[in-house]
């Protein structure tokens, strides 16, 4: 909350960013000659990350010597080890950027998020925030469902690109961050002059960036031509100033997909659709050619369960799930060189965190976000596995879709009254929120505390509300964390192989197998009912061999394998899910799942060295704000 109310006042007051930014380097500078005292780290990441993101907002003109403090500073703190080091860096190489293209920071992720049309910086993100239906009541997905709306219904095109324009002016001019006249004079002038001085602001802000510390004077000339270009445009005459004039260039907030999530091809889905959408940077040839891919090609391994025409925008019967589905058959089509690389490039990637190594720039970034407890996360599992294993016949999604996870746990289970002094995210039901939370305490802080409180919005009033009257806690948090939670936390998969008497069976897990006797459960129960009821002693005998347990270990064990004996099954549920039960199970073999990508069969050189560099284990990448890989 005090992170939120603190970001809400430099939404109001941003002249205020340049005192803000004085505050938070010092109290950096202050830990710095704390650390090599006390060897703690975790306080420096809510500080480099609040920095971060009074940048982005700044209102005003920074001045170069307190940026370049600002730089010296954390220059010193990639001495940390990680992922400490690993922030510092990010965060350094985007302050580096706004030092010589001011308002840069502000321009790209306002164009990315509200998809601005233009020709020179073409990248588009989408938001899917997938709650799961077990958890959310239909009064509480009303609720939430209201709240996220706001961001579509505070959103105007035209509005946002006169912002971006006065932003960048502000951060870029002094006599613009002081001029009230220039709010006038882009909201006199007409549409498509505005147009006008959004792509030559676009056009200013990109080319500078290309020529780095060299083309910074160039880049302040032109904005101050744009600039007085707009006051000449206006076609009002304005004598006095206004001081009512205000134009509110606070981050808009990006355009939210609500879904409820029971079906695990959804996913697929709105990736697919999304991937495969309008680009504005490649072909159409090209786009055509990757939905006949999709669609039609036999040996990719999809077809399609809609109409042909399902692409070019005709209306279709209604149904429950609004977007287009796809399936697949079980074919093979040998790789391109080119994707195998990608793919091997991303996997590498995957695993340094956000420190690019390769340079390749897609065009969409899909943010997926997963509300609900540990069984939302086990359908994840199995949907990012199932699509791994897609990527690895025919690629599609990679070569155009940066997918970033994340989490929000949410749980229907009250906190237990009898043990106050347990957690709330330690509970059973949400044991990796619980994780994630002690390897970031600021994901703590700011995320579990939100998970906790989404509940209790079911109960308050607030669905007869305007967009201006809401509580903005929940979409304001959720943007915080989509715009400063890029480091992710690898959690490792599992697979696991069950074979019953005629069949065998093999799924995914991330957090929990649970395997009892459902013969010895009996027993149990009977035993506990007795004992409470009369203070009997009572015994169960069970003569022979129950369960024999092999595995593999080297530093680790790595491969469990247990097998039942004397006919007796084993009952089998997967990430606390009561839909993924399976019983009557004889025999279980437990092993780290494997990347599917790590099967394909290389023949060049440059792929095989990779190759050997790659982490086999398939890995889910939630977002946080520290990030570590296991």
């Given at each position: 909350?005090?992170?939120?109310?603190?970001?809400?006042?430099?939404?109001?007051?941003?002249?205020?960013?340049?005192?803000?930014?004085?505050?938070?380097?010092?109290?950096?500078?202050?830990?710095?000659?704390?650390?090599?005292?006390?060897?703690?780290?975790?306080?420096?990441?809510?500080?480099?990350?609040?920095?971060?993101?009074?940048?982005?907002?700044?209102?005003?003109?920074?001045?170069?010597?307190?940026?370049?403090?600002?730089?010296?500073?954390?220059?010193?703190?990639?001495?940390?080890?990680?992922?400490?080091?690993?922030?510092?860096?990010?965060?350094?190489?985007?302050?580096?950027?706004?030092?010589?293209?001011?308002?840069?920071?502000?321009?790209?992720?306002?164009?990315?998020?509200?998809?601005?049309?233009?020709?020179?910086?073409?990248?588009?993100?989408?938001?899917?925030?997938?709650?799961?239906?077990?958890?959310?009541?239909?009064?509480?997905?009303?609720?939430?469902?209201?709240?996220?709306?706001?961001?579509?219904?505070?959103?105007?095109?035209?509005?946002?690109?006169?912002?971006?324009?006065?932003?960048?002016?502000?951060?870029?001019?002094?006599?613009?961050?002081?001029?009230?006249?220039?709010?006038?004079?882009?909201?006199?002038?007409?549409?498509?002059?505005?147009?006008?001085?959004?792509?030559?602001?676009?056009?200013?802000?990109?080319?500078?960036?290309?020529?780095?510390?060299?083309?910074?004077?160039?880049?302040?000339?032109?904005?101050?031509?744009?600039?007085?270009?707009?006051?000449?445009?206006?076609?009002?005459?304005?004598?006095?100033?206004?001081?009512?004039?205000?134009?509110?260039?606070?981050?808009?907030?990006?355009?939210?997909?609500?879904?409820?999530?029971?079906?695990?091809?959804?996913?697929?889905?709105?990736?697919?659709?999304?991937?495969?959408?309008?680009?504005?940077?490649?072909?159409?040839?090209?786009?055509?050619?990757?939905?006949?891919?999709?669609?039609?090609?036999?040996?990719?391994?999809?077809?399609?369960?809609?109409?042909?025409?399902?692409?070019?925008?005709?209306?279709?019967?209604?149904?429950?799930?609004?977007?287009?589905?796809?399936?697949?058959?079980?074919?093979?089509?040998?790789?391109?060189?080119?994707?195998?690389?990608?793919?091997?490039?991303?996997?590498?990637?995957?695993?340094?965190?956000?420190?690019?190594?390769?340079?390749?720039?897609?065009?969409?970034?899909?943010?997926?976000?997963?509300?609900?407890?540990?069984?939302?996360?086990?359908?994840?599992?199995?949907?990012?596995?199932?699509?791994?294993?897609?990527?690895?016949?025919?690629?599609?999604?990679?070569?155009?879709?940066?997918?970033?996870?994340?989490?929000?746990?949410?749980?229907?289970?009250?906190?237990?009254?009898?043990?106050?002094?347990?957690?709330?995210?330690?509970?059973?039901?949400?044991?990796?929120?619980?994780?994630?939370?002690?390897?970031?305490?600021?994901?703590?802080?700011?995320?579990?505390?939100?998970?906790?409180?989404?509940?209790?919005?079911?109960?308050?009033?607030?669905?007869?509300?305007?967009?201006?009257?809401?509580?903005?806690?929940?979409?304001?948090?959720?943007?915080?964390?989509?715009r400063c939670g890029i480091q992710p936390v690898n959690l490792p998969l599992y697979s696991v192989k069950m074979t019953h008497s005629s069949s065998v069976v093999e799924e995914v897990f991330v957090s929990r197998l649970e395997a009892d006797i459902p013969e010895f459960r009996h027993h149990k129960e009977i035993f506990s009912k007795e004992r409470s009821a009369r203070?009997?002693?009572?015994?169960?005998?069970?003569?022979?061999?129950?369960?024999?347990?092999?595995?593999?270990?080297?530093?680790?064990?790595?491969?469990?394998?247990?097998?039942?004996?004397?006919?007796?099954?084993?009952?089998?549920?997967?990430?606390?899910?009561?839909?993924?039960?399976?019983?009557?199970?004889?025999?279980?073999?437990?092993?780290?799942?494997?990347?599917?990508?790590?099967r394909i069969q290389s023949c060049n050189e440059q792929e095989s060295l990779l190759s050997k560099y790659l982490n086999k284990v398939l890995s889910l990448p939630i977002n946080t704000f520290t990030g570590v890989t296991y």
């Amino acid at each position: 909350m005090l992170r939120w109310n603190l970001q809400k006042k430099m939404e109001t007051h941003p002249s205020c960013s340049v005192l803000l930014i004085k505050i938070l380097v010092k109290e950096l500078e202050k830990m710095l000659k704390r650390i090599h005292k006390t060897q703690s780290y975790t306080h420096v990441i809510p500080v480099l990350h609040m920095l971060y993101y009074v940048v982005i907002q700044s209102g005003a003109v920074t001045p170069t010597k307190l940026y370049q403090r600002v730089s010296e500073c954390l220059m010193k703190l990639l001495i940390l080890p990680l992922p400490y080091a690993a922030v510092a860096l990010s965060i350094l190489r985007s302050i580096k950027m706004e030092m010589t293209t001011p308002g840069s920071l502000y321009q790209r992720r306002v164009i990315a998020e509200q998809n601005l049309k233009n020709k020179l910086f073409t990248l588009q993100e989408k938001v899917f925030v997938l709650a799961d239906p077990a958890v959310f009541s239909a009064p509480l997905e009303a609720t939430v469902i209201a709240d996220l709306e706001a961001s579509s219904l505070l959103r105007d095109t035209l509005s946002q690109k006169k912002n971006l324009v006065l932003r960048v002016l502000q951060a870029g001019l002094e006599t613009a961050s002081q001029s009230s006249r220039l709010v006038q004079a882009l909201g006199a002038i007409e549409d498509h002059m505005v147009e006008k001085y959004f792509q030559e602001v676009v056009l200013a802000v990109e080319q500078s960036i290309k020529h780095r510390a060299g083309g910074h004077a160039d880049y302040l000339n032109r904005l101050q031509h744009i600039y007085r270009d707009i006051l000449t445009a206006s076609k009002e005459e304005i004598t006095e100033v206004d001081h009512g004039s205000v134009c509110n260039t606070a981050m808009p907030f990006p355009e939210i997909n609500f879904l409820l999530w029971d079906n695990e091809e959804d996913l697929w889905n709105l990736l697919a659709n999304f991937a495969l959408g309008s680009s504005l940077n490649s072909s159409v040839d090209e786009e055509e050619k990757d939905k006949r891919d999709l669609v039609h090609s036999e040996d990719s391994g999809i077809e399609r369960d809609l109409k042909e025409n399902d692409f070019d925008g005709t209306e279709q019967p209604t149904d429950r799930n609004p977007f287009p589905a796809f399936t697949r058959r079980n074919a093979f089509k040998s790789m391109k060189p080119a994707d195998k690389l990608s793919l091997m490039r991303e996997r590498i990637e995957a695993f340094l965190g956000n420190s690019p190594v390769f340079k390749e720039e897609r065009s969409h970034t899909a943010r997926v976000v997963v509300m609900g407890d540990d069984r939302v996360l086990g359908r994840l599992t199995r949907a990012y596995q199932s699509i791994r294993e897609r990527e690895s016949k025919h690629l599609i999604l990679t070569k155009k879709l940066n997918q970033q996870l994340y989490y929000i746990p949410v749980t229907d289970v009250e906190p237990s009254l009898s043990s106050p002094d347990i957690p709330y995210q330690q509970e059973g039901s949400l044991s990796l929120a619980s994780l994630l939370g002690k390897v970031d305490p600021w994901y703590d802080s700011n995320i579990n505390s939100l998970g906790a409180a989404i509940p209790k919005l079911a109960g308050m009033d607030s669905n007869h509300c305007k967009p201006s009257e809401r509580n903005l806690f929940l979409l304001d948090s959720l943007c915080y964390y989509l715009r400063c939670g890029i480091q992710p936390v690898n959690l490792p998969l599992y697979s696991v192989k069950m074979t019953h008497s005629s069949s065998v069976v093999e799924e995914v897990f991330v957090s929990r197998l649970e395997a009892d006797i459902p013969e010895f459960r009996h027993h149990k129960e009977i035993f506990s009912k007795e004992r409470s009821a009369r203070r009997k002693k009572s015994t169960v005998e069970v003569l022979g061999a129950v369960i024999s347990v092999s595995y593999t270990k080297k530093i680790q064990t790595r491969n469990i394998s247990i097998k039942t004996m004397e006919n007796r099954t084993l009952s089998v549920c997967l990430d606390k899910d009561s839909h993924r039960t399976y019983t009557d199970v004889q025999r279980l073999e437990i092993s780290p799942c494997l990347d599917p990508v790590c099967r394909i069969q290389s023949c060049n050189e440059q792929e095989s060295l990779l190759s050997k560099y790659l982490n086999k284990v398939l890995s889910l990448p939630i977002n946080t704000f520290t990030g570590v890989t296991y």
